[in-house]
Nanobody, 122 residues
Framework: QVQLVESGGGSVQSGGSLRLSCAAS?????MGWFRQAPGKSREFVSS???????IYAESVRGRFTISKDNAENTLFLQMNSLKPEETGMYYC???????????????????WGQGTQVTVSS
């Protein structure tokens, strides 16, 4: 059984930065970050494959950086130049098997963390 625990969320002003972490136990493959704003559906943010291939949503490319510490089985998301509309719950997820390229639809990820709240004020 895979367990994912996110941390690092918080409140920042517009233009600020946060670094999210996701500690994983168990086997992980494609790992992704998703976010869900109040009243909206969950959306893809970024993913990293087992061989390090990165995918970003167009809205975050150039501002967010996904990375993974394989020794610690921990996923990170460095978020810079945050915008108020990026307020929401951020989730990490992993697929149950190797997949290439990593999917961008949330239903393709089998394991999810509980989420960490990010609030960006204007």
């Amino acid at each position: 059984q895979v367990q994912l625990v996110e941390s690092g969320g918080g409140s920042v002003q517009s233009g600020g930065s946060l670094r999210l972490s996701c500690a994983a136990s168990g086997a992980t493959y494609c790992m992704g970050w998703f976010r869900q704003a109040p009243g909206k559906s969950r959306e893809f943010v970024s993913s990293i494959s087992t061989d390090g291939a990165l995918i970003y949503a167009e809205s975050v490319r150039g501002r967010f950086t996904i990375s993974k510490d394989n020794a610690e089985n921990t996923l990170f998301l460095q978020m810079n130049s945050l915008k108020p509309e990026e307020t929401g719950m951020y989730y990490c997820a992993t697929t149950r098997a190797p997949t290439y390229p990593c999917p961008q639809m949330d239903h393709n990820y089998e394991y999810w963390g509980q989420g960490t709240q990010v609030t960006v004020s204007s």
